[in-house]
C-alpha cells in the first residue's frame, strides 16, 4: 500500500486569512448598513500599467502568426527578459551580476517554496520572526523543521529570530548555525528594513559560517531611505553565500500575471559545486520556463514609459501607507514600517492581536491583519497595508484616529 | 557548513538535445548547401488560434482597468475555467470528476515533476521504458531511486516496465509491487496508447495492490481510436487509484502560454487522509495560481469556436504523422504509432538509434530522435514527430523512401 508524505500531516492548518473573512462576514451580516474598509489585503488593487498592457497584446499578436509564434521557452528565461535585468537591476547600481545568472520564473512565491529542495534533508534553517509563512512551511513539508508546539507555534528544529521594537527590529545573529538563512527585506509584514551596515553583518556572518542567505526582496521597489541596499549583491561578499529571490508583483501589479526572477552567484558554491548548476538542473526538470506573453510584460516594466507608471503606482501604494503611519502615530498609536514598505505595523498594547482585530471590526469597520497569523512574535501587533484606495486609507485612518480619542468600548 | 542535496550529482547528464543539436550544426556547416528537415522536435509550429487570441486580448484589456483587473488568482484555478473542463473533459464523457477536483497550474511538466512530493520517501515508482525523462528524474532527485548504472542506463531501485514491439507496447503488471505506477498514454515516445480493456487491468491492479497510477494524458486530442479512453476516469475504479495530468501544450498550441491541469478524485485515499488536501496544501504554499489571462485563453480552447480551430490544428499534426507512418510502412520500414499521437516509432533494424540517426542525417538530411535517449529498451528505434509544416514532413518521408530504395550509404 502507498504511503503519502507524513510531514504534511504536520503542518497546522492555516486559518489566519479565512477567519479573517468568516468574522467580516458575520460582521457585515450583522450590520448590513456599515461600510466596512479592508486594510488587511496583500494584494494590489490598481490595474496593470498602460505600457503593460500594450506589451500584452504586441506580444499576443506575435503568438498568433506562425513567423513570430514562441513555442517552449528557454528553461531559464528569454535572454531579452535576463539581460534587461541585469542590466537595470543590477549593473546600474554597480553589481557584479550577470544575465545568466538570472533565472526567470513564474513568482519570488514558487521559487522560495522551491529554493529547500537542492539542500540537504538536515539543513538547518533560520527565520525572522515574524515572517512569510512559505519558507517554514515549504521546510516542515520536506522534513526539516522537527515538531510542532501548538502552545509556542514553534517547530522544534527552526532557529526563530525575533524582530520586535526591542531590537528595532534587526534579527541578531543567532547562538546556533544556521544552513539556510531566510531573510525577507523590507519585510513583510513588519515593513521594517536593514540598511547596508546591517545587512553586511549578515553577509559576513554567513561566509564565515559557511551558511547561504535566501533573500527575498519581493518589496524592493518600496525602498525609500538612501541606506536600505536594493539588492543584497551591493553588500561585498554576497556573490558567495546569498541567493536573491524577486517579484513583479508588488512592484507592477503582476500578482495576478506572475513573473518573478530568482538570482544565483556562481560563486556561490558548497565545495566545488556552484549552487548554479542544481537550480538549472531543478528548472529543467520540474518548470517549463515563463510564459512568452509574461516575459513581454517584465521587460515593458523596464522600459522608460513603463518603469514610470509602475513607480507612480508604487508611489500611490506608498502615499497610503505614510498617511496610516502618520495619522496613526498623531492619534498615539506606535507604528513601524511605512516608509520602505506598503505595510505599516502596530502595537495593539493592551490587547492581543486578535482582540484589536474584533475591536477595530467592531467599533471602527476597519479590517487588518493580527500580527500573531506571522510567527509567536507577531502577538501584540498588528497589519495595516497601503494597498487600498487613497480615500478608503484616509477614511480608515479618521475612524482609527476618533476610536483612539473616544476610547470607543473602553 | 552547509550541505546540498546529493541526490542532483547523482543525476547523469542530459545530452540527448544538445548532442543532436550539435551533429545537425557540424553537419550543417560542412554542406551549407543542403537544406535539412527537422522532425525529431516535440514542440508545436503552427500558432496560437484566434480564438485563443482573441480570449487574450480581451483578458489583457481586463487587467487594465481598475473594475476587471484581476489580483492573486485562487490557487486552484479560477472557476470558469475549472466548471468548463469538469464539463467539457470528464461529465460528457460520462466521468464523475467535479470542477473542485481539478487543479489549474502553469502546466503538465510541472505538475508530473512535483506529484511526488506528496508521497513518501520510500515510495517504490514503476516507468514504462522508453518513456518521458521528467518521471523518473524527479525522483532521482528525491532520493527514490537508488543507484545508476551507466551500462544498463537504469536506477537500482526504479521497476522499468518494457514497452516494444515484441508487446505490442502494452506494459506488463510488474513482478515487484510498486507504490506509484506512471503512465504515459498516448505514450511519448512510442506513439502508441492502451485500450479501455488494457487499462483496465491496470486500475484493477492499483485497487488491488494499493498503488497510485500517475496517467500522464497530455497526448489525449490526438487519440482516434474509438477503444482507446480519453480520460483514465472512464475506466470504473480509477476514481480510487488514480491521478491524472493534462496539458493545453500538444492540443492548443499553447507550450509557450504554459497552461495544464491535474485531477486528483477524493475517492482517491492513503487510509483516511484524501491525496486532494495534500496536493491542495501543496498548490497553496509554493505556488500562486495560473495567470488570469492563460485562464482565459484556456477557457477559450473549450468554446465551439475555440475547440473546431485547435481541432483543426491537431487534424493538421495528425495528417502529419499518418504521412510519415504511411510513407515509411510503404516503403518497409517497420512503423508504430501515429493514430493516436503525433508521434511515429520506427525500427532501426541492423543500425543502433544514434548510427540511424547519422544515417538520416547524412543520406536524407533528415533529424529525429534517436530512442534510446528516452530509456534503455529504446534502443533499436527512432521517433519522427508530426509538429513540421505538411511540405517538409512530404519531402522528408519522400527522401527516405529514397533513401530505402536506393540503400545510400549501406
Known amino acids: 500500500m502507498?504511503?503519502?508524505?507524513?510531514?504534511?500531516?504536520?503542518?497546522?492548518?492555516?486559518?489566519?486569512?479565512?477567519?479573517?473573512?468568516?468574522?467580516?462576514?458575520?460582521?457585515?451580516q450583522a450590520h448590513p448598513d456599515k461600510k466596512i474598509i479592508r486594510l488587511g489585503i496583500g494584494d494590489v488593487t490598481l490595474p496593470l500599467v498602460p505600457a503593460v498592457i500594450q506589451a500584452i497584446h504586441k506580444a499576443a499578436d506575435e503568438m498568433g502568426q506562425a513567423e513570430t509564434f514562441h513555442?517552449?521557452?528557454?528553461?531559464?528565461?528569454?535572454s531579452f527578459l535576463r539581460e534587461t535585468i541585469a542590466e537595470n537591476d543590477y549593473k546600474k547600481l554597480g553589481c557584479d551580476i550577470e544575465a545568466d545568472e538570472i533565472f526567470v520564473s513564474d513568482g519570488a512565491k514558487s521559487d522560495c517554496g522551491n529554493i529547500q529542495e537542492i539542500f540537504s534533508e538536515d539543513s538547518r534553517i533560520a527565520v525572522c520572526d515574524p515572517v512569510y509563512p512559505v519558507y517554514v512551511d515549504s521546510n516542515v513539508m520536506a522534513g526539516r523543521t522537527g515538531e510542532y508546539d501548538a502552545e509556542s507555534g514553534t517547530w522544534s528544529n527552526v532557529i526563530y529570530m525575533p524582530c520586535t521594537?526591542?531590537?528595532?527590529?534587526?534579527?541578531?545573529?543567532?547562538?546556533?548555525?544556521?544552513?539556510?538563512?531566510?531573510?525577507?527585506?523590507?519585510?513583510?509584514?513588519?515593513?521594517?528594513?536593514?540598511?547596508?551596515?546591517?545587512?553586511?553583518?549578515w553577509v559576513d556572518y554567513a561566509n564565515r559560517e559557511g551558511a547561504v542567505i535566501l533573500y527575498d526582496a519581493a518589496y524592493e521597489a518600496y525602498i525609500s531611505?538612501?541606506?536600505?541596499?536594493?539588492?543584497?549583491?551591493?553588500?561585498?561578499?554576497?556573490?558567495?553565500?546569498a541567493i536573491e529571490f524577486r517579484s513583479f508583483s508588488k512592484?507592477?501589479?503582476?500578482?495576478?500575471?506572475?513573473?518573478?526572477?530568482?538570482?544565483?552567484p556562481k560563486d556561490l558554491k558548497c565545495k566545488d559545486v556552484p549552487l548554479h548548476a542544481l537550480w538549472?538542473?531543478?528548472?529543467?526538470?520540474?518548470?517549463?520556463?515563463?510564459?512568452?506573453?509574461?516575459?513581454?510584460?517584465?521587460?515593458?516594466?523596464?522600459?522608460?514609459?513603463?518603469?514610470r507608471?509602475?513607480?507612480?503606482?508604487?508611489?500611490?501604494?506608498?502615499?497610503?501607507?505614510?498617511?496610516?503611519?502618520?495619522?496613526l502615530k498623531e492619534a498615539g498609536y506606535t507604528v513601524f514600517g511605512g516608509v520602505n514598505s506598503p505595510y505599516v505595523w502596530l502595537k495593539t498594547e493592551e490587547m492581543t492581536s486578535w482582540e484589536f482585530f474584533d475591536y477595530l471590526l467592531e467599533y471602527a469597520n476597519v479590517v487588518g491583519t493580527p500580527g500573531s497569523g506571522f510567527g509567536p512574535s507577531g502577538e501584540g501587533y498588528f497589519r495595516l497595508t497601503g494597498f487600498g484606495t487613497y480615500e478608503n486609507t484616509v477614511e480608515a485612518v479618521e475612524r482609527l484616529k476618533a476610536l483612539r480619542k473616544t476610547g470607543g468600548g473602553r
Chains 1, 2 share one sequence.
Do not use: W
Open 280 to 307: 538549472a538542473r531543478r528548472h529543467g526538470t520540474k518548470f517549463n520556463g515563463a510564459p512568452y506573453i509574461e516575459q513581454r510584460a517584465g521587460e515593458a516594466v523596464y522600459s522608460e514609459e513603463g518603469n
Open 165 to 201: 521594537a526591542e531590537n528595532g527590529f534587526v534579527p541578531e545573529l543567532p547562538k546556533e548555525t544556521p544552513d539556510l538563512i531566510y531573510l525577507c527585506v523590507p519585510n513583510n509584514p513588519t515593513g521594517t528594513a536593514l540598511t547596508r551596515d546591517q545587512l553586511k553583518v
Open 225 to 241: 531611505d538612501e541606506d536600505v541596499p536594493h539588492t543584497i549583491y551591493e553588500i561585498e561578499g554576497a556573490r558567495t553565500c
Open 2 to 28: 502507498f504511503k503519502i508524505n507524513e510531514n504534511y500531516q504536520k503542518l497546522p492548518g492555516s486559518y489566519l486569512f479565512s477567519t479573517i473573512a468568516k468574522k467580516v462576514a458575520a460582521y457585515q
Open 71 to 78: 513555442g517552449y521557452a528557454p528553461d531559464l528565461g528569454y
Open 309 to 327: 507608471q509602475v513607480m507612480e503606482q508604487v508611489a500611490y501604494y506608498k502615499r497610503n501607507a505614510r498617511v496610516i503611519y502618520d495619522g
Open 251 to 264: 512592484k507592477a501589479g503582476f500578482t495576478g500575471v506572475r513573473l518573478g526572477f530568482t538570482v544565483v
